[in-house]
Nanobody
Framework: QVQLVESGGGLVQAGGSLRLSCEVS????????MGWYRQAPGKQRDLVAV???????NYADSVKGRFTISRDNAKNTVYLQMNSLKIEDTAVYYC??????????WGQGTQVTVSS
């Protein structure tokens, strides 16, 4: 059974940094695209950043220049380095991965809270 396990969330002051990690277990194959989504209370889940198996990257406009996504294929892990955090970055962050044949997987989510 494929599982995506996030870690690294927490409470940080505005302007601070956090690094999220998402490790994939339960599979021998490499996921195609891996990325991070976030969902604030009362809002829809939105894409934050995504990286393909070939290294192509896309970011939401709101995080460009502040967040960096990376992946370690050998460890089947994806990371999200978040710098210059703002109060509006507060949300539950979800790891996502998919396969080339269209299977989607989600992590359980990790809370990121940015205080003033």
């Amino acid at each position: 059974q494929v599982q995506l396990v996030e870690s690294g969330g927490g409470l940080v002051q505005a302007g601070g940094s956090l690094r999220l990690s998402c490790e994939v277990s339960g599979t021998m194959f490499r996921l195609n695209s891996m990325g991070w989504y976030r969902q604030a209370p009362g809002k829809q889940r939105d894409l934050v950043a995504v990286i393909t198996s070939s290294g192509r990257i896309n970011y939401a406009d709101s995080v460009k220049g502040r967040f960096t996504i990376s992946r370690d294929n050998a460890k089947n892990t994806v990371y999200l380095q978040m710098n210059s955090l703002k109060i509006e970055d507060t949300a539950v962050y979800y790891c996502h991965g998919d396969t080339s044949w269209g299977q989607n997987y989600w992590g359980q989510g990790t809370q990121v809270t940015v205080s003033s």
